[in-house]
């Protein structure tokens, strides 16, 4: 039998992703809800110094891996639909039925 690697995708990733993006969300509409307009994002970035950054180069790893987590899965399953359809390969049980 032909061993099957498996990949497994930690979904600790995903949830920094979306608390990172939701925590955006939540802060920018406080702001806007005290204030009135939005804030200057890359103006308050930009005052963090070299820290900015740092700052970008992980928001911009958490999006890189963000798309090809969403590309590797579309991968998996497009193939594994195009797999599905070969011959042998049935997904109900044949069944026949004989009179004699």
Not at 72 to 88: A, R, V, Y
Request: glycine letters at 4%; aromatic letters at 16%.
């Amino acid at each position: 039998m032909r061993a099957e690697k498996r990949w497994r995708i930690s979904p600790f990733m995903l949830s920094i992703l979306a608390i990172w993006f939701i925590a955006n969300l939540i802060s920018q509409f406080v702001f806007i809800s005290l204030h009135g307009s939005p804030y200057d994002g890359i103006a308050m970035l930009s005052s963090l110094g070299w820290v900015y950054y740092v700052v970008i180069a992980v928001e911009l790893l958490l999006w890189v891996w963000f798309f090809g987590y969403l590309i590797f899965k579309t991968l998996k399953h497009i193939s594994q639909n195009d797999s599905s359809n070969e011959i042998g390969k049935l997904t109900t049980t044949a069944k026949s039925s004989f009179s004699t």
